[in-house]
């Protein structure tokens, strides 16, 4: 009897130990293609006006390449370094970014009448040069000063000095014309550079429309007492405006 209650009691422990025991369910690991199940059914529960407004935020932040600014030349003003730069790697650059077309004729002119002034004295001093090496030495073979000399004209030895003055100084004066005319022209590309940067900067300068000037006849008055005829004077009387 004892026996078998020893027996019940162990029997009643074990199926409460057992009872007492909590399940485990095994771990489970999600899909990728799960996720974005799980991720669209999100979305799906969200107001269909929230995502049109998110949409259309994200559209105006990114940059819009489909449309192309076009430069507005009425209101366009040329930057100061870019015309100098410009002016300096060519000559009528600077005038071709500020836009002063007109320009050009003049500089380019310019430019063809110093380099052809500059190769016509470097042509005719070389011809003189050694016109004058011929008159100087005594050599009768050597005689191109001749085609300088008009018809029936002859050099001797009683206008033999006289000559050789003449042309020496034609040789120095078509020199000195040379060299003239290679520093115009480095003055006419000079210039050429600074009203370039001129313009540029006085793009940018505003003027007033009230700036005027007036010019009108006055009575001048030399301040001491006396007659007044002889006291006064007529003159003009300038007023600027701005």
Not at 69 to 84: F, G, M
Request: charge should be positive; include cysteine.
């Amino acid at each position: 009897m004892a026996t078998g209650l020893l027996l019940c009691l162990g029997c009643a422990q074990t199926m409460r130990a057992q009872s007492e025991k909590k399940p485990t369910m095994p771990t489970r690991h999600l899909s990728a293609a799960e996720i974005g199940e799980d991720t669209l059914k999100a979305e799906t529960l969200v107001p269909a006006d929230t995502l049109v407004a998110k949409d259309k935020a994200l559209t105006a932040a990114l940059p819009d390449t489909t449309k192309h600014h076009k430069r507005n030349w009425a209101t366009w003003k040329p930057e100061t370094k870019r015309a100098l730069w410009l002016a300096l790697v060519l000559p009528g650059a600077g005038q071709i970014y500020n836009r002063k077309y007109w320009k050009l004729p003049i500089f380019y002119g310019g430019f063809v009448g110093c380099a052809y002034a500059m190769r016509w004295n470097n042509m005719m001093y070389r011809d003189y040069s050694q016109a004058y090496l011929d008159i100087m030495d005594n050599d009768p073979n050597t005689q191109s000063y001749n085609q300088f000399l008009h018809l029936g004209t002859k050099i001797d030895e009683s206008n033999m000095s006289r000559w050789q003055e003449i042309f020496r100084q034609r040789k120095d004066r078509y020199r000195r014309w040379r060299d003239l005319s290679f520093f115009v022209m480095v003055g006419v590309y000079a210039l050429s550079v600074i009203d370039a940067y001129v313009d540029a900067s006085l793009s940018e300068f505003d003027i007033s429309p009230d700036l005027s000037l007036h010019v009108a006849p006055a009575v001048i008055n030399n301040g001491q007492n006396g007659n007044l005829l002889r006291n006064t004077g007529l003159g003009m009387q300038c007023a600027i405006t701005f």
